[in-house]
């Protein structure tokens, strides 16, 4: 169990942070090995090869390691001190790769990108209001760049439920409340709660955001909104 019972706003960079964010990756469940790898090499298959990419909520550099080869540049920004400087371990050896401590809902750069990313329900992950957040990438966007924020597919609902059953039983999460939780909703005993953008909510959210997008599904897995600037 956690330390401590933070609010649902700050468990990420209150108890579920560094190592133990890293933790959540070293899953033992296939399908959610495959979801992950699939999730990224999506993106990878979107790249040229020579861009410069901003990722949003970037944890300890999980995606951002993943990329590297693939790209220019990477630069993470995640609101937890403590899993910055574990990612910046974490990344030591890759020239491309920067990671920042910052808050996605207030990114201040004097640096513009091709590619803006926000994976793994980033969107629902990162607390706040997700159309700011949309627009906080988009802000950063060089003309003509492209935006990726994903959540999951509701064809994936079993599978995220037995993964983060198995990180209950790893003491990274609480206990989950299975009278709370619903399709969509993961809600554990210490207050921990977990949501999901629809299909829908990525419509609805694409078209408040005034510029070209799409929806895809990936992999029964993943749900993308893809937003280019024009």
Known sequence: MPDKK???ENYYSCNLKSDKLYQVYQTQINRVKQYLNEEISFIRNELQGN???LELGAGYGRIMKE???YIRLIVGIDNSQDTVEFGKKYLKNI?????????AHAVRMDRKF???ICLQNGISAIKGDPLNLINQGMKMLSPGGKAYFSSYSSDFWEDRLAWFQEQSDKGLLGKIDFAKT???IIVCQ???IATTFSQEDMERLGQSVGYRYRVQEVDNSSIFLIIKKE
């Open 51 to 53: 861009e410069k990419v």
């Open 95 to 103: 020239s491309n790769c920067e990671l920042l401590f910052m808050d």
């Open 67 to 69: 990329l590297a080869p």
């Open 6 to 8: 933070p609010d649902n």
């Open 182 to 184: 619903k399709k969509g």
């Open 190 to 192: 210490d207050g921990f």
């Open 114 to 116: 091709d590619v803006v």
